[in-house]
Nanobody, 122 residues
Framework: EVQLVESGGGLVQLGGSLRLSCAAS????????MSWVRQASGKGPEWISA????????SYADSVKGRFTISRDNDRNTLFLRMNSLKHEDTAAYYC???????????????WGRGTQVTVSS
């Protein structure tokens, strides 16, 4: 059974930091590129970051570049997202997912977690 379980979300102060984790099981984690995707209330999914299988190549959406850092620990089957300088527009449900592809306004991935809510307050 494939599972992706996010954790670490919560209420955080404007300008603060938060670290999200995603525990993977039921598949060969090290064989998949991984991504973080978020969805704000009333809006569609937004791909924000990806990391390759080896963890030596990363990419970011312009909205989070310079503030967020994606990483992974293949020995522990875990994906991470470090979020710094948080803004109100970062408020969203955050999902970890595997092998994501974005075309237009659509984000397609092989596996999805259930998500963890991040809320930025002033």
């Amino acid at each position: 059974e494939v599972q992706l379980v996010e954790s670490g979300g919560g209420l955080v102060q404007l300008g603060g930091s938060l670290r999200l984790s995603c525990a993977a099981s039921g598949f060969t984690f090290s064989g998949y590129a991984m991504s973080w995707v978020r969805q704000a209330s009333g809006k569609g999914p937004e791909w924000i970051s990806a990391i390759n299988r080896f963890g030596n190549s990363t990419s970011y959406a312009d909205s989070v570049k310079g503030r967020f850092t994606i990483s992974r620990d293949n020995d522990r089957n875990t994906l991470f997202l470090r979020m710094n300088s948080l803004k109100h527009e970062d408020t969203a449900a955050y999902y970890c997912a595997s092998d994501c592809r974005t075309t237009g306004d659509t984000v397609r991935c092989t596996y999805w977690g259930r998500g963890t809510q991040v809320t930025v307050s002033s």
